[in-house]
């Protein structure tokens, strides 16, 4: 089992989590990669006797068509219902897509499953102060380059972060700020809240509880005694309380980051200084999260968007930012004397290693 990308874990009120939603997933691929289901009840999994939904378009869950509910009972409730049988291998191609776009802002993702994550931007490859705007940025690029529309909730919890998303579905994006928390949580439905099920909801309501007011209002203890080790959790967040950090399932494959300059780059000097900036976010969020890598990929395009790579390896992780500069420098070399300006560089580090794994070994470069 390959070891949890780990980073300095602030403090909970100073955290910046978004979690990311994709709207419909497998009904929006389907009408997307075929037209003539847009706008129409669309709904994924087998249409016979006892098959069963396992997602529904927004067409069809105006008629109340849901994920795992029967097939016969959703074409009861919308006759017009069209079935699809789902193609697995291309939601996964598609969600490999969004998530090389997560990758480029920040390694610390956690996927919930192939259409929705929790990520950490709290410190980010693009050094973006504004988890707002980071997240509007991700949602737009996700629309440009799948068709596809996501949801997006920003707090500083993962809990928090998750009701956000819920809260402008679809297409939409809400902010819970530090200090609105509280307020928020406390005007929900018991049934609203993440981790809060039907049978749950049910039996809180028979116990008089039906807000989040009406939780917070009730003793850990107590909340014990009903619900078992699930109180403490019911007792948290009543409170806008959770300390769960982002945790990646495992290793980010590269950490990288570039940018386009407003005017191309002619000289050796001018490779160097451009991409500096681009090797120090890397080198710091490698150090932050205590990663250390192999291989060193420099990515160069050119004024006619050419686009190439140099890359080296070594036998072991590098051991310094120094090391990487200089074998950044080499690479660049390579690529004179130029004969075409230079429009964007970045720098990735990939074959990642957790620092305390690599301790103690001496650096060996691969020409």
Request: proline share 5%; aromatic share 8%; with cysteine.
């Amino acid at each position: 089992m390959q070891p949890h990308v780990t980073a300095p874990v602030p403090p909970e009120e100073n955290r910046k989590i978004i979690h990311l939603d994709m709207d419909a997933f497998y009904a929006s691929v389907e009408q997307r990669d075929n037209p003539e289901l847009r706008g129409r009840p669309v709904a994924v999994g087998g249409s016979r006797q006892r098959g069963v939904v396992a997602a529904a378009s927004y067409e069809a869950r105006q008629y109340g068509v849901r994920s795992a509910m029967a097939s016969m009972v959703a074409i009861r409730k919308c006759p017009a219902l069209t079935f699809v049988k789902p193609r697995f291998e291309v939601y996964k191609a598609v969600s490999n897509q969004i998530h090389a776009i997560f990758a480029e802002y920040t390694p610390l993702i956690e996927p919930l499953s192939l259409d929705e994550a929790y990520l950490d931007v709290t410190h980010n490859l693009k050094n973006m102060p504004s988890a707002t705007r980071i997240a509007e940025e991700i949602r737009a690029r996700i629309h440009v380059e799948t068709g596809l529309t996501a949801s997006a909730g920003v707090s500083y919890n993962k809990f928090l972060a998750k009701l956000a998303s819920d809260y402008r579905k679809p297409n939409g994006q809400f902010l819970i700020r530090p200090g609105q928390g509280l307020a928020f949580v406390e005007t929900l439905t018991v049934g609203q809240f993440h981790g809060v099920g039907r049978v749950t909801a049910a039996k809180m309501n028979e116990l008089g509880i039906f807000t989040g007011l009406d939780l917070r209002q009730q003793p850990e203890a107590w909340l014990r005694q009903h619900f078992g080790k699930a109180g403490s959790y019911y007792h948290a967040i009543a409170r806008a309380e959770d300390h769960r950090p982002v945790k990646a399932d495992r290793l980010r494959k590269s950490v990288g980051s570039e940018n386009t300059f407003e005017q191309d780059l002619w000289t050796y000097d001018e490779l160097v200084a451009g991409l500096q900036p681009e090797l120090e976010q890397v080198w710091a969020y490698c150090q932050r999260g205590g990663l250390a890598g192999r291989t060193v990929t420099v990515k160069v395009k050119y004024a006619d968007f050419q686009q190439i790579t140099r890359s080296r390896t070594t036998l072991v992780p590098l051991s310094s930012k120094a090391l990487l500069e200089q074998i950044c420098r080499e690479l660049l070399t390579t690529l004179l004397p130029l004969a075409k300006g230079v429009r964007l560089l970045g720098v990735s580090i990939s074959n990642l290693h957790t620092a305390e794994a690599t301790a103690g070994q001496q650096l060996t470069l691969i020409f």
